[in-house]
Nanobody
């Protein structure tokens, strides 16, 4: 059973930075895709970045492109999310998600079978 644990959330002022971590365990699949989703107050869950173990360029939604960077340490089964130039609209619960196989070129929550419990990010103006 895949388990995902997020950490690193917190409260920052607009323009600040945070780094989130997602530690994965309980699987042996080398080929997998890990992604970050978020859900702001009164909003639907939004996928905004993903990364594949097999290499290639990560995917970013326009809302975070140029500000957020996803990376992973395959040896440690860990994914990182560096968030710079944070805005109040980035506020929300941030979730790590996992699927076996590739990232499919899209960020659809229905494609991911495993989820962490989330970590809260709050950006004040």
């Amino acid at each position: 059973q895949v388990q995902l644990v997020e950490s690193g959330g917190g409260s920052v002022q607009a323009g600040g930075s945070l780094r989130l971590t997602c530690a994965a365990s309980g699987y042996t699949y080398f080929s997998n895709c890990m992604a970050w989703f978020r859900q702001g107050p009164g909003k639907e869950r939004e996928g905004f970045t993903s990364i594949y173990t097999g290499g290639g360029s990560p995917t970013y939604a326009d809302s975070v492109k140029g500000r957020f960077t996803i990376s992973r340490d395959n040896a440690e089964n860990t994914v990182y999310l560096k968030m710079n130039s944070l805005k109040p609209e980035d506020t929300g619960m941030y979730y790590c998600a996992f699927r076996t196989g590739g990232c499919l070129g899209r960020l659809d929550a229905a494609d991911f079978g495993y989820w962490g419990r989330g970590t809260q990010v709050t950006v004040s103006s």
